[in-house]
């Protein structure tokens, strides 16, 4: 779910991380190793979004990231660490 998968592994992105990310990029560094134990199977074609690009226009679209397509690739800009699904990940 973009609750699950976004609130917690891309609001997880160390500050330093250098944008603009192609959302390949993202997805493999970021979402995948941090998937929870018991959700080691799940998998972005085995959801209801099929394709990642999908799945992170949903996000930009509930305000959690900023991306840009770019000669056809998604790109991501940004995230918002103010947003209610990340604002517990940076108050550390």
Same mark, same amino acid.
């Given at each position: 779910?973009?609750?699950?998968?976004?609130?917690?592994?891309?609001? @997880?992105?160390?500050?330093?991380?250098? !944008?603009?990310?192609? /959302?390949?990029? *993202?997805?493999? =560094?970021?979402?995948?190793?941090?998937?929870?134990?018991?959700?080691?199977? @799940?998998?972005?074609?085995?959801?209801? !979004?099929?394709?990642? /690009?999908?799945? *992170?226009?949903? =996000?930009?679209?509930?305000?959690?990231?900023?991306?840009?397509?770019?000669?056809?690739?998604?790109?991501?800009?940004?995230?918002?660490?103010?947003?209610?699904?990340?604002?517990?990940?940076?108050?550390?």
């Amino acid at each position: 779910e973009i609750r699950m998968v976004t609130g917690v592994q891309t609001c @997880a992105l160390p500050i330093s991380a250098l !944008f603009p990310l192609p /959302a390949s990029s *993202l997805y493999s =560094a970021y979402i995948l190793p941090f998937r929870p134990a018991h959700a080691a199977a @799940a998998d972005i074609k085995k959801s209801s !979004f099929k394709k990642l /690009a999908p799945f *992170l226009k949903v =996000a930009a679209k509930a305000g959690v990231l900023v991306t840009k397509e770019v000669k056809g690739d998604l790109i991501v800009m940004s995230v918002n660490k103010t947003h209610p699904e990340c604002v517990l990940f940076f108050l550390a």
